[in-house]
């Protein structure tokens, strides 16, 4: 609740935070490290937990998603976090939402061969759109 959300990559800043996320080159869920960029990294939510059945690779979204999603829709809904409405709620918002940030982050093809469509309105897409453009002389990404 009282976070400081730190946009950095330098390793000395990063090893000071609580908390860190899609940078370091790590997975470390004990020291609360949660990239997926490093070569050896391939975890999934079937191999985390082996409960689910969903094996696209994770990204840093979706490690927190498998290590905090739960307890977070427990909170939200006033429900045990191991109940029937929390686990059918974690498993189509991972289904429905954070397995497409998973699979476009790790550039996982939707589907084989040529796609019959552009999908130009995925939560990446939009994402983008709010980054500078690649002439804007003015690269400051906290400008909004």
């Not at 840093?60 to 409405?85: K, M, N, R, T, W």
Request: hydrophobic share 30%.
């Amino acid at each position: 609740q009282d976070a400081e959300v730190v946009r950095t990559r330098d390793p000395q800043r990063l090893a000071q935070c609580d908390v860190v996320v899609d940078v370091g080159g790590e997975y470390d869920p004990e020291r609360h490290r949660y990239d997926h960029h490093q070569r050896s990294f391939t975890q999934s939510m079937r191999s985390l937990r082996p409960d689910k059945p969903w094996t696209t690779k994770l990204s840093s979204a979706g490690l927190v998603y498998c290590h905090f999603g739960s307890q977070i829709l427990a909170g939200l809904l006033g429900q045990p976090e191991d109940g029937p409405v929390v686990t059918a709620l974690y498993d189509k918002l991972y289904e429905n939402f954070v397995e497409e940030i998973d699979a476009i982050d790790n550039g996982i093809a939707q589907a084989e061969g040529e796609p019959r469509y552009t999908l130009t309105t995925t939560l990446s897409a939009r994402v983008g759109h709010l980054n500078p453009r690649w002439n804007d002389p003015d690269q400051d990404t906290e400008v909004g």
